[in-house]
DNA sequence: TTGTCAGGCAAGCCGTCACTTGCTTATTGT
DNA sequence: ACAATAAGCAAGTGACGGCTTGCCTGACAA
């Protein structure tokens, strides 16, 4: 349910994820991790951004793709495209009763 | 410092209240716990949408003007049209936190 | 004035969230 | 087979967020 995207969105370190997917896609956890670690200074454990990337896979902002013991995420952008359009119809706004 | 926007949105109440902003603009507090109430089921105290409205202007969501013991909300859209553009673009515009 | 109405301030309760710690599973390399 | 690596599962903790309760301020009307 797309509805978890706002609250996927609330964390910091999440959409720091979204920004290190953003600049090269298909990263696994422990890369992530690594460049959470030097790129923004964010010193978490590993399970930690694991559960953020679960937050984000629940929001389908992130795919996963396993291959072996690896697994791959990717990002989504079709949450995001709906949430800002949702409140920019701005066109009868001005209506009193 | 507007990267509260996405505090102000994980709430699902405040998002009721910014739907209702955009379908009428200029309510009052009262006005706007009533239309929660009635069209949204949402039975909440006064002081509870007043802080959810705080919280909203504090995000520069909503903007309010005085008028007498009255005070109008009216919302703003400009914070939203850059939340979704963040990771819509193929470059990372990264910094914020 | 007094009473009423719209809104603000502050403390407290309670649930959720972010993070950690410890253990377990599965895959790959030697 | 064994060890190392990548990731998952689960319980526990501390802090923050949403909502309430109670009291107070300011504005209008009789």
Redesign the interface.
């Known amino acids: 349910m797309p ?1 978890d995207v ?2 996927a ?2 964390d ?1 370190t999440r ?2 994820i ?2 290190e997917l ?2 090269r896609n298909g990263q696994s956890l422990f890369e992530i991790r690594a460049r959470l670690a030097t790129k923004h200074g964010l010193g978490m454990s590993r399970q930690a951004i694991s559960q953020h990337l679960a937050v984000l896979e629940a929001a389908e902002l992130v795919r996963t793709r396993r291959q072996g013991r690896y697994k791959f995420h990717d ?1 989504n ?1 079709a949450p ?2 709906r ?8 066109d009868a ?5």
């Open positions: 509805e706002f609250k969105l609330a910091p959409r720091h979204l920004d953003a600049d990002l952008t995001l495209e949430i800002a359009t949702r409140w920019l119809r701005t706004a001005e209506d009193t009763q």
